[in-house]
């Protein structure tokens, strides 16, 4: 892959809606340093998918930059990831296979998405693939070990009280069949929408199958918090409810 200036992608949002299975969505707010890398990246690896970013009215140059890599930009109204992501999903107009949730902020690396995709192609009891940060094969950079323990505690909480058992239940990087997700309508407003997504995905009667995955340092400022972990707590228990 071509390191330094973005590239654009080869078609206008139009034709690469028609010709492309997947759709790329991706909550951004103030990541002017990582989209650019992490939009070139996917395009990289998926040869020209559909962008669709929903901001959440940034200060600096995402969408700017979102846009030279010709993603289709949605300004959003609310506020949260969950929020965004809820927002794109509704009005994404979007007829494909499979929809790639995938961080902003280059954490993620690209180059993991398409074994995935080749997990739903290959089992159509899979309904959505994860990538899972905590593993033996891959090194974790850049996450604090306070986000670790908390991330791996939520994670605990998460199987023993929801019965959905993932060893990254949080994680930011996912391929999820279109027709299972299509018509969805989440309650959750932050980042406890992965909680409320694989709840959604198993009550469906779908699988769903996590691959290791390696995990950068991000790029720009941090936005995941304390309050964020409570956000996720409360949406762990409301879904046992």
Not at 42 to 71: H, M, Y
Not at 160 to 187: E, M
Not at 195 to 202: A, D, G, K, S
Request: hydrophobic share 40%; net charge positive; aromatic share 10%.
């Amino acid at each position: 892959m071509r390191k330094g200036i973005w590239r654009s992608a080869s078609n206008l949002w139009g034709l690469k809606q028609k010709r492309s299975p997947y759709l790329v969505i991706m909550a951004a707010l103030n990541e002017e340093q990582g989209i650019g890398p992490t939009i070139e990246e996917v395009n990289f690896f998926l040869n020209n998918p559909a962008f669709l970013v929903i901001d959440g009215n940034s200060k600096d140059r995402t969408i700017e930059i979102a846009k030279s890599c010709d993603a289709k930009i949605l300004e959003q109204k609310g506020r949260g990831k969950g929020d965004a992501i809820c927002f794109g999903i509704e009005n994404a107009d979007f007829d494909g296979k499979y929809a790639i949730m995938i961080d902003s902020d280059f954490t993620y690396p690209a180059e993991f998405i398409p074994e995935m995709v080749r997990i739903l192609e290959e089992d159509p009891d899979v309904g959505m693939v994860c990538g899972n940060r905590f593993n033996d094969k891959f090194k974790i950079q850049g996450m604090e070990r306070k986000f670790l323990v908390g991330n791996k505690i939520l994670a605990f909480i998460h199987n023993f009280f929801n019965g959905v058992n993932l060893k990254d239940p949080l994680t930011g990087l996912r391929v999820i069949r279109w027709d299972a997700i299509k018509n969805w309508k989440p309650k959750s407003l932050g980042f406890d929408i992965e909680v409320e997504l694989n709840h959604f995905i198993e009550k469906q009667g779908y699988r769903i199958v996590e691959i290791p995955i390696g995990l950068r340092r991000r790029l720009g400022k941090k936005k995941l918090g304390i309050l964020d972990g409570l956000s996720i707590f409360k949406r762990i228990v409301l879904k046992t409810i």
